[in-house]
């Protein structure tokens, strides 16, 4: 059966230069990057690398990189950190109604622990608007966190006017740039940011393992606490392989961004062209303008996403509704809820992302299969058959 994989945003395929450049580090310079003999030296000596690589994606100093088990533990890194470190200054932070659920989840942790939290409403396109963002900002908030893509339908914030804000009311900022950082050009000094979260799986790298940028200077707590590694940023035996493995993902996505804009946005526009050519009642779902290039999130109406991702997989194309990404739960989309669709569109949404591993073949193949299953989904249901029979009916009445 052909393999069709559209589902990058949960996770990537390892590039194999990847796994060539961490595979010493498993069974021969297996060092502990804290020690202070040659084995020890060659470990420190490959992490610093990495964090040389990781700091040129994002254009920061290595010394601002502190190596995680992945985006997750970065954005509970900072969030917590921030709301510790500076609880004395004041205790209210701002985000969005549609970031991942690590945000979201700590934004609500610390809501139980007496902090309060704005939740920023976002538009029809999944955008936040800067007056609501103007009007958030209190004389106590310590922190605004706003992811850059959103990982179901790929909307890009402007960053940049968040961080000019930010900056002129003396308010930290962090983003979550896991989708983003390694696709699209990344400057933490260009967007404003003080802090950013990364993960090495998005991009080719190897799953546990990400980073936190903290911009020189920010004072914050530690969440792991053990040891001085990451400069006391972060206490815990360094995963050597791993860091190794996303400096080396880092590397090559840097060197692909033009690429990645090119190739990758026409194989997805192709997709999404095709699509909406060949079924009817097919929409986009959030920003075309503001948009990510590898990622198309379109409901078909009458259809039920999850019984189509199902469907499809059997078919071995492997897509997402988007909301399952992150939790495998059957929950209707958080994101595309806030963006003020009914559930009927919520519910019959899917997404589909490409990386730059993904070939033509795979676009072609699923530009064949998808438009027979939604149809055959169609005829079985009878509240899509009523739904079409009406419009036709109305259709009619309306040329007579
Ligand atoms: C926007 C976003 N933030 C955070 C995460 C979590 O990253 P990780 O899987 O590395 O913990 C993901 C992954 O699904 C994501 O898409």
Redesign the pocket.
């Known amino acids: 059966m052909r393999r069709v994989y559209l589902d990058n945003?949960?996770?990537t395929r390892m590039d194999p230069r990847v796994l060539e450049a961490m595979s010493p580090h498993f069974l021969q310079d297996f060092g502990n990057a804290s020690s202070i003999h040659e084995f020890g030296q060659q470990a420190r000596e490959a992490v610093e690398t990495a964090r040389q690589a990781v700091a040129d994606l994002i254009g920061c100093l290595p010394k601002e990189i502190v190596f995680t088990?992945?985006?997750?533990?970065?954005?509970n890194t900072a969030i917590r950190g921030i709301a510790a470190g500076h609880s004395g200054k004041g205790r209210h932070l701002i985000t969005t109604t549609i970031?991942?659920?690590?945000?979201l989840r700590t934004m609500e942790r610390l809501e139980e622990e007496g902090f309060q939290v704005t939740y920023l409403p976002v538009d029809r396109q999944g955008l936040i608007r800067l007056d609501d963002l103007r009007a958030a900002v209190r004389e106590d908030t310590i922190l605004i966190s706003v992811?850059?893509?959103?990982?179901e339908t790929g909307a890009i914030q402007d960053l940049r006017a968040v961080g000019r804000l930010a900056r002129k009311k003396g308010i930290l900022f962090h983003s979550?740039?896991?989708?983003s950082a390694g696709k699209i050009p990344v400057d933490v000094n260009d967007l404003g940011v003080d802090l950013l979260?990364l993960?090495?799986?998005?991009i080719h790298g190897p799953?546990?393992?990400?980073a936190l940028y903290i911009r020189h200077g920010v004072e914050m707590k530690s969440l792991l606490l053990g040891g001085s590694h990451e400069r006391g940023r972060r206490g815990g035996t360094e995963n050597v392989p791993g860091i190794v493995g996303l400096g080396k993902a880092a590397a090559l996505a840097r060197k692909g961004l033009a690429d990645f804009d090119l190739r990758v946005r026409s194989l997805r526009d192709r997709l999404e062209t095709g699509l909406l050519e060949r079924i009817p009642q097919a929409r986009i779902n959030g920003s075309t303008l503001r948009r990510m290039p590898h990622t198309t999130n379109l409901s078909f109406r009458g259809v039920e996403g999850e019984a189509l991702l199902i469907s499809l997989d059997l078919q071995g194309i492997a897509v997402s509704t988007g909301a399952a990404?992150?939790s495998g739960s059957l929950e209707p989309s958080h994101v595309l809820k806030a963006m003020g669709f009914q559930n009927r569109r919520v519910e019959s949404a899917l997404r589909l992302s490409l990386s730059r591993m993904t070939i033509e073949e795979e676009i072609a193949t699923a530009l064949d299969v998808l438009p027979s299953t939604v149809q055959r989904m169609r005829e079985l249901s009878p509240l899509y058959r009523e739904s079409r029979n009406r419009v036709q009916r109305e259709g009619q009445r309306a040329h007579s």
Do not use: I, R, W, Y
Not at 147 to 151: D, K, W
């Open positions: 945003n949960a996770t088990s992945g985006g997750t533990e970065s954005d970031e991942h659920p690590a945000v992811m850059h893509a959103n990982n979550d740039a896991v989708q979260t993960s090495a799986h998005k799953k546990g393992v990400g990404c992150s």
